[in-house]
Protein backbone atom coordinates (compact mmCIF):
# COMPACT_ATOMS: atom_id res chain seq x y z
CA UNK A 1 0.00 0.00 0.00
CA UNK A 2 1.50 3.53 -0.79
CA UNK A 3 2.68 6.02 1.89
CA UNK A 4 0.19 8.71 2.05
CA UNK A 5 3.03 11.49 3.05
CA UNK A 6 2.14 14.51 5.27
CA UNK A 7 0.41 17.13 3.86
CA UNK A 8 0.96 20.80 3.57
CA UNK A 9 -1.49 23.38 5.62
CA UNK A 10 -4.68 23.22 4.24
CA UNK A 11 -3.74 20.92 1.24
CA UNK A 12 -5.10 17.59 0.89
CA UNK A 13 -2.35 14.20 1.29
CA UNK A 14 -0.76 13.03 -1.74
CA UNK A 15 -0.25 9.54 -2.56
CA UNK A 16 2.76 8.24 -4.66
CA UNK A 17 3.93 5.09 -7.15
CA UNK A 18 7.19 4.76 -8.43
CA UNK A 19 8.40 2.17 -10.25
CA UNK A 20 8.99 -0.76 -6.75
CA UNK A 21 9.60 2.14 -4.55
CA UNK A 22 7.25 4.09 -2.34
CA UNK A 23 8.53 7.51 -2.03
CA UNK A 24 6.75 10.79 -0.89
CA UNK A 25 5.98 13.68 -3.50
CA UNK A 26 5.75 16.97 -2.36
CA UNK A 27 3.28 18.60 -4.53
CA UNK A 28 2.78 21.70 -2.51
CA UNK A 29 1.29 24.91 -3.90
CA UNK A 30 3.37 27.94 -4.61
CA UNK A 31 0.70 30.41 -3.35
CA UNK A 32 2.78 33.99 -3.77
CA UNK A 33 1.71 35.86 -0.54
CA UNK A 34 -1.35 33.55 0.04
CA UNK A 35 -2.89 34.90 3.09
CA UNK A 36 -3.73 37.68 0.50
CA UNK A 37 -4.38 35.84 -3.12
CA UNK A 38 -8.11 35.86 -2.54
CA UNK A 39 -8.47 39.48 -1.92
CA UNK A 40 -10.02 41.49 -4.52
CA UNK A 41 -8.65 44.53 -5.40
CA UNK A 42 -10.16 46.76 -4.06
CA UNK A 43 -11.53 48.89 -7.03
CA UNK A 44 -14.56 46.54 -7.16
CA UNK A 45 -15.77 47.75 -4.17
CA UNK A 46 -16.33 51.55 -6.03
CA UNK A 47 -18.85 49.98 -8.39
CA UNK A 48 -20.60 47.41 -6.50
CA UNK A 49 -23.80 48.19 -5.13
CA UNK A 50 -26.17 46.02 -3.02
CA UNK A 51 -29.48 46.18 -2.11
CA UNK A 52 -30.52 47.03 2.03
CA UNK A 53 -26.78 46.43 2.13
CA UNK A 54 -26.07 48.67 5.32
CA UNK A 55 -24.82 52.39 5.34
CA UNK A 56 -26.09 54.37 2.21
CA UNK A 57 -22.87 56.88 2.22
CA UNK A 58 -21.11 55.71 -0.63
CA UNK A 59 -17.69 57.52 -0.56
CA UNK A 60 -15.21 58.17 -3.72
CA UNK A 61 -12.50 55.95 -3.09
CA UNK A 62 -9.05 57.89 -3.98
CA UNK A 63 -6.29 56.63 -5.98
CA UNK A 64 -4.08 56.44 -2.79
CA UNK A 65 -6.44 54.73 -0.47
CA UNK A 66 -7.49 51.68 -3.21
CA UNK A 67 -4.36 51.77 -5.60
CA UNK A 68 -6.60 51.91 -8.32
CA UNK A 69 -6.37 55.44 -9.86
CA UNK A 70 -10.10 55.46 -9.31
CA UNK A 71 -10.59 58.45 -7.48
CA UNK A 72 -11.53 61.92 -7.90
CA UNK A 73 -8.98 64.76 -9.60
CA UNK A 74 -7.49 67.33 -7.31
CA UNK A 75 -6.07 70.68 -8.52
CA UNK A 76 -4.84 73.58 -7.21
CA UNK A 77 -7.52 76.59 -7.13
CA UNK A 78 -9.98 74.16 -8.81
CA UNK A 79 -13.76 74.68 -8.18
CA UNK A 80 -15.92 71.88 -7.12
CA UNK A 81 -17.09 71.67 -10.71
CA UNK A 82 -14.01 71.80 -11.99
CA UNK A 83 -12.70 68.85 -10.52
CA UNK A 84 -15.73 67.25 -11.13
CA UNK A 85 -14.75 67.16 -14.67
CA UNK A 86 -11.68 66.15 -14.41
CA UNK A 87 -12.41 63.37 -13.05
CA UNK A 88 -11.11 59.79 -14.38
CA UNK A 89 -13.87 58.14 -15.89
CA UNK A 90 -15.26 55.52 -13.09
CA UNK A 91 -17.06 52.46 -14.03
CA UNK A 92 -21.37 52.62 -13.17
CA UNK A 93 -22.50 51.16 -10.18
CA UNK A 94 -23.45 47.90 -10.52
CA UNK A 95 -26.94 46.57 -8.85
CA UNK A 96 -25.55 43.07 -7.35
CA UNK A 97 -27.74 40.78 -5.10
CA UNK A 98 -26.36 36.64 -4.39
CA UNK A 99 -26.32 34.79 -7.85
CA UNK A 100 -25.10 38.07 -9.90
CA UNK A 101 -22.62 36.72 -11.72
CA UNK A 102 -19.57 39.52 -12.76
CA UNK A 103 -16.59 39.61 -15.45
CA UNK A 104 -14.06 42.18 -16.30
CA UNK A 105 -10.30 42.23 -18.67
CA UNK A 106 -8.81 44.84 -17.37
CA UNK A 107 -6.47 44.63 -15.09
CA UNK A 108 -7.92 47.02 -12.54
CA UNK A 109 -11.58 45.90 -13.06
CA UNK A 110 -12.44 49.20 -14.59
CA UNK A 111 -14.48 47.51 -17.18
CA UNK A 112 -16.43 45.23 -14.87
CA UNK A 113 -20.18 44.32 -16.34
CA UNK A 114 -22.35 41.73 -15.18
CA UNK A 115 -23.02 38.62 -17.46
CA UNK A 116 -25.11 35.56 -17.28
CA UNK A 117 -23.73 32.55 -15.05
CA UNK A 118 -23.68 30.55 -18.31
CA UNK A 119 -21.12 33.44 -19.92
CA UNK A 120 -17.43 32.89 -18.43
CA UNK A 121 -16.71 34.71 -15.78
CA UNK A 122 -14.47 35.73 -12.63
CA UNK A 123 -16.78 35.93 -9.71
CA UNK A 124 -20.57 35.08 -8.52
CA UNK A 125 -22.18 36.71 -6.02
CA UNK A 126 -23.00 34.63 -2.90
CA UNK A 127 -24.13 37.97 -0.33
CA UNK A 128 -22.86 40.01 2.23
CA UNK A 129 -21.79 39.99 5.74
CA UNK A 130 -22.52 42.88 8.38
CA UNK A 131 -19.05 44.22 9.98
CA UNK A 132 -20.82 46.76 12.29
CA UNK A 133 -21.19 44.81 15.59
CA UNK A 134 -17.35 43.97 14.91
CA UNK A 135 -16.42 47.70 14.15
CA UNK A 136 -18.15 50.78 15.55
CA UNK A 137 -18.12 53.81 13.96
CA UNK A 138 -14.46 54.67 15.26
CA UNK A 139 -13.34 51.62 14.63
CA UNK A 140 -9.72 51.92 13.01
CA UNK A 141 -9.57 51.04 8.92
CA UNK A 142 -8.45 47.25 9.00
CA UNK A 143 -5.55 46.52 7.36
CA UNK A 144 -4.99 44.04 4.56
CA UNK A 145 -4.06 41.36 6.72
CA UNK A 146 -7.11 42.32 8.62
CA UNK A 147 -9.29 42.03 5.80
CA UNK A 148 -7.96 39.07 4.43
CA UNK A 149 -9.00 37.17 7.74
CA UNK A 150 -12.37 38.68 8.00
CA UNK A 151 -12.77 37.71 4.51
CA UNK A 152 -11.75 33.90 4.88
CA UNK A 153 -14.21 33.42 7.79
CA UNK A 154 -17.02 35.71 7.08
CA UNK A 155 -17.46 34.75 3.47
CA UNK A 156 -17.04 30.98 3.89
CA UNK A 157 -20.14 31.20 6.24
CA UNK A 158 -21.48 33.20 3.69
CA UNK A 159 -20.96 30.75 0.54
CA UNK A 160 -21.93 27.84 2.41
CA UNK A 161 -25.36 29.51 3.20
CA UNK A 162 -25.78 30.25 -0.75
CA UNK A 163 -24.67 26.81 -1.24
CA UNK A 164 -26.91 24.96 1.14
CA UNK A 165 -23.86 23.93 3.44
CA UNK A 166 -22.04 22.65 0.40
CA UNK A 167 -19.08 24.85 0.15
CA UNK A 168 -15.63 22.63 -0.21
CA UNK A 169 -13.24 24.32 1.37
CA UNK A 170 -10.47 22.12 -0.06
CA UNK A 171 -12.09 22.60 -3.81
CA UNK A 172 -11.08 24.82 -6.49
CA UNK A 173 -13.26 27.73 -5.73
CA UNK A 174 -12.24 30.39 -3.14
CA UNK A 175 -14.09 32.89 -1.64
CA UNK A 176 -13.57 36.12 -2.57
CA UNK A 177 -14.39 39.99 -1.27
CA UNK A 178 -14.90 43.07 -2.19
CA UNK A 179 -14.37 45.94 0.60
CA UNK A 180 -15.10 49.43 1.83
CA UNK A 181 -12.82 52.18 0.41
CA UNK A 182 -11.43 54.23 3.57
CA UNK A 183 -13.64 57.04 2.64
CA UNK A 184 -16.54 54.43 2.59
CA UNK A 185 -15.23 53.10 5.83
CA UNK A 186 -15.43 57.13 7.56
CA UNK A 187 -18.70 57.52 6.07
CA UNK A 188 -20.08 54.44 7.89
CA UNK A 189 -20.01 51.82 5.66
CA UNK A 190 -19.15 48.15 7.21
CA UNK A 191 -20.49 46.04 4.65
CA UNK A 192 -18.05 42.95 3.09
CA UNK A 193 -19.33 41.77 -0.08
CA UNK A 194 -18.76 38.48 -0.55
CA UNK A 195 -18.13 36.19 -3.65
CA UNK A 196 -16.98 32.75 -5.35
CA UNK A 197 -13.54 32.78 -7.70
CA UNK A 198 -11.45 30.17 -9.35
CA UNK A 199 -7.76 32.23 -8.44
CA UNK A 200 -4.12 30.56 -9.42
CA UNK A 201 -1.09 30.13 -7.46
CA UNK A 202 -0.29 34.01 -8.21
CA UNK A 203 -3.82 35.42 -7.35
CA UNK A 204 -4.85 35.68 -11.09
CA UNK A 205 -8.56 34.83 -11.63
CA UNK A 206 -9.48 32.09 -13.98
CA UNK A 207 -13.14 32.10 -15.88
CA UNK A 208 -15.49 29.64 -14.89
CA UNK A 209 -19.12 29.00 -16.77
CA UNK A 210 -22.13 28.13 -14.83
CA UNK A 211 -23.21 28.70 -11.10
CA UNK A 212 -20.87 27.38 -8.50
CA UNK A 213 -24.33 25.77 -7.56
CA UNK A 214 -24.24 22.99 -10.25
CA UNK A 215 -20.60 22.92 -10.84
CA UNK A 216 -18.37 19.93 -9.31
CA UNK A 217 -15.85 21.81 -7.14
CA UNK A 218 -13.67 18.75 -7.03
CA UNK A 219 -10.30 20.64 -7.42
CA UNK A 220 -9.46 18.83 -10.47
CA UNK A 221 -7.09 19.66 -13.97
CA UNK A 222 -7.93 18.55 -17.56
CA UNK A 223 -6.38 15.33 -18.54
CA UNK A 224 -2.60 16.60 -19.94
CA UNK A 225 -2.13 19.56 -18.04
CA UNK A 226 1.29 20.34 -17.17
CA UNK A 227 1.41 22.34 -13.87
CA UNK A 228 4.20 24.50 -14.09
CA UNK A 229 7.15 24.61 -11.45
CA UNK A 230 8.70 27.65 -9.17
CA UNK A 231 11.79 26.62 -7.14
CA UNK A 232 10.70 23.42 -6.37
CA UNK A 233 6.72 24.10 -5.74
CA UNK A 234 3.44 24.01 -8.09
CA UNK A 235 2.94 26.79 -9.87
CA UNK A 236 0.41 27.79 -12.87
CA UNK A 237 -0.31 25.43 -16.34
CA UNK A 238 2.07 25.96 -18.62
CA UNK A 239 2.67 23.84 -21.88
CA UNK A 240 4.75 20.38 -21.41
CA UNK A 241 7.45 21.47 -23.49
CA UNK A 242 8.13 23.85 -20.53
CA UNK A 243 9.66 22.89 -17.21
CA UNK A 244 7.04 21.45 -14.92
CA UNK A 245 6.47 19.89 -11.80
CA UNK A 246 3.59 17.41 -12.80
CA UNK A 247 1.50 16.27 -15.78
CA UNK A 248 -1.62 15.12 -15.42
CA UNK A 249 -2.69 11.59 -16.65
CA UNK A 250 -6.01 10.80 -14.98
CA UNK A 251 -9.19 11.63 -13.12
CA UNK A 252 -10.76 9.40 -10.98
CA UNK A 253 -13.92 9.64 -9.69
CA UNK A 254 -13.87 8.30 -5.66
CA UNK A 255 -17.69 8.26 -5.63
CA UNK A 256 -18.00 5.42 -8.35
CA UNK A 257 -15.58 3.47 -6.17
CA UNK A 258 -17.16 4.08 -2.49
CA UNK A 259 -20.51 4.50 -3.30
CA UNK A 260 -21.60 3.47 0.42
CA UNK A 261 -19.61 6.84 2.03
CA UNK A 262 -16.11 8.48 2.78
CA UNK A 263 -13.56 6.19 2.52
CA UNK A 264 -10.68 6.72 5.08
CA UNK A 265 -7.51 7.71 3.30
CA UNK A 266 -5.71 4.24 3.55
CA UNK A 267 -8.37 3.17 1.20
CA UNK A 268 -8.34 5.95 -1.43
CA UNK A 269 -4.41 4.96 -1.51
CA UNK A 270 -4.90 1.42 -1.79
CA UNK A 271 -7.55 1.79 -4.72
CA UNK A 272 -5.92 5.02 -6.38
CA UNK A 273 -2.49 2.88 -6.34
CA UNK A 274 -3.45 0.42 -9.12
CA UNK A 275 -5.82 3.05 -10.60
CA UNK A 276 -3.37 5.57 -11.05
CA UNK A 277 -0.95 3.29 -12.64
CA UNK A 278 -3.13 2.01 -14.99
CA UNK A 279 -4.88 5.43 -16.27
CA UNK A 280 -1.07 6.54 -16.42
CA UNK A 281 -0.20 3.82 -18.33
CA UNK A 282 -3.11 3.95 -20.63
CA UNK A 283 -2.20 8.18 -21.24
CA UNK A 284 1.42 6.92 -21.71
CA UNK A 285 0.94 4.42 -24.34
CA UNK A 286 3.08 2.19 -22.05
CA UNK A 287 2.88 0.22 -18.41
CA UNK A 288 6.30 0.61 -17.67
CA UNK A 289 6.72 4.91 -18.83
CA UNK A 290 7.12 6.47 -15.56
CA UNK A 291 10.03 4.25 -14.31
CA UNK A 292 11.55 4.11 -17.61
CA UNK A 293 11.46 7.99 -17.56
CA UNK A 294 12.35 8.73 -14.14
CA UNK A 295 8.72 9.49 -13.57
CA UNK A 296 6.63 9.07 -10.22
CA UNK A 297 3.02 8.69 -10.25
CA UNK A 298 1.04 10.60 -7.41
CA UNK A 299 -2.52 11.04 -6.57
CA UNK A 300 -4.47 13.64 -4.86
CA UNK A 301 -6.97 12.66 -2.15
CA UNK A 302 -10.28 13.95 -0.72
CA UNK A 303 -10.75 15.13 3.06
CA UNK A 304 -13.81 14.64 5.04
CA UNK A 305 -15.43 18.01 4.37
CA UNK A 306 -14.85 18.05 0.76
CA UNK A 307 -16.91 14.60 0.38
CA UNK A 308 -19.23 15.98 2.72
CA UNK A 309 -19.82 18.98 0.00
CA UNK A 310 -20.27 16.76 -2.76
CA UNK A 311 -16.67 16.65 -4.69
CA UNK A 312 -15.83 12.60 -5.54
CA UNK A 313 -12.97 13.62 -8.12
CA UNK A 314 -9.09 13.43 -7.75
CA UNK A 315 -6.26 13.70 -9.88
CA UNK A 316 -3.70 11.00 -10.93
CA UNK A 317 -0.27 12.62 -12.18
CA UNK A 318 2.87 11.82 -12.64
CA UNK A 319 6.25 14.38 -11.36
CA UNK A 320 9.54 13.41 -10.07
CA UNK A 321 11.38 14.60 -6.91
CA UNK A 322 14.93 16.09 -6.94
CA UNK A 323 17.94 13.72 -5.16
CA UNK A 324 17.99 13.25 -1.52
CA UNK A 325 14.19 14.31 -1.22
CA UNK A 326 14.77 17.62 -1.94
CA UNK A 327 11.26 18.88 -3.38
CA UNK A 328 9.78 18.19 -6.79
CA UNK A 329 12.60 18.03 -9.88
CA UNK A 330 11.60 20.40 -13.06
CA UNK A 331 10.41 18.45 -16.05
CA UNK A 332 10.91 19.26 -19.62
CA UNK A 333 8.57 17.19 -21.94
CA UNK A 334 5.34 14.72 -21.88
CA UNK A 335 5.65 11.65 -20.51
CA UNK A 336 4.02 10.61 -23.95
CA UNK A 337 7.33 11.35 -25.59
CA UNK A 338 10.57 12.52 -24.20
CA UNK A 339 10.97 13.72 -21.06
CA UNK A 340 14.31 15.34 -19.58
CA UNK A 341 14.35 15.18 -15.62
CA UNK A 342 15.87 18.27 -13.80
CA UNK A 343 19.00 17.34 -10.80
CA UNK A 344 18.98 20.73 -9.51
CA UNK A 345 15.68 23.00 -8.40
CA UNK A 346 13.76 25.31 -11.17
CA UNK A 347 14.40 29.14 -10.53
CA UNK A 348 12.24 30.82 -7.93
CA UNK A 349 9.88 33.62 -8.92
CA UNK A 350 9.23 36.23 -6.53
CA UNK A 351 6.50 38.12 -8.91
CA UNK A 352 3.87 40.64 -6.81
CA UNK A 353 0.60 39.26 -5.87
CA UNK A 354 -2.11 39.83 -8.83
CA UNK A 355 -5.19 39.62 -6.57
CA UNK A 356 -8.31 40.19 -8.96
CA UNK A 357 -6.25 40.30 -12.55
CA UNK A 358 -7.97 37.85 -15.21
CA UNK A 359 -5.37 35.06 -16.39
CA UNK A 360 -5.26 33.85 -19.31
CA UNK A 361 -6.38 31.02 -20.76
CA UNK A 362 -7.78 27.87 -18.39
CA UNK A 363 -6.40 27.32 -15.24
Same mark, same amino acid.
Given at each position: ?????????????????????????????????????????????????????????? /?????????????????????????????????????????? @???????????????? @??????????????????? /???????????????????????????????????????? /???????????????????????????????????????????????????????????????????????????????????????????????????? @???????????????????????????????????????? @????????????????? /???????????????????????????????
Amino acid at each position: MAESPDPPPESPPTGTRSGRNRRKLDTRLVMISAALGGLLVLVISAVLHWPNSGSSAR /GTSTASETGSGAGTASRAGASAGDEQKAAPTRPPELEVTAGT @CLNWTAPDAGDIREVT @CAEPHLFEATGTSDLRGQF /GDRAPFPSVEKWAQLKKQRCTEVANQYLGGNFDPNGRFQV /GASTPSKQEWRNGERTLRCGLQQPGPSGKLYRFSGSVKTLDQSDTHDIGTCLGINGTSVSAPVDCSEPHSLEITGVVDLGEKFPEGYPSIEKQDTFLFTR @CSELTAQYAGSKTAAEDKGLTVSWDNLKQASWDAGSRKVN @CKVGAQLPDDGGLAPIT /GSIKGEVTVGTEPAPTESAPTMQGVPANGTR
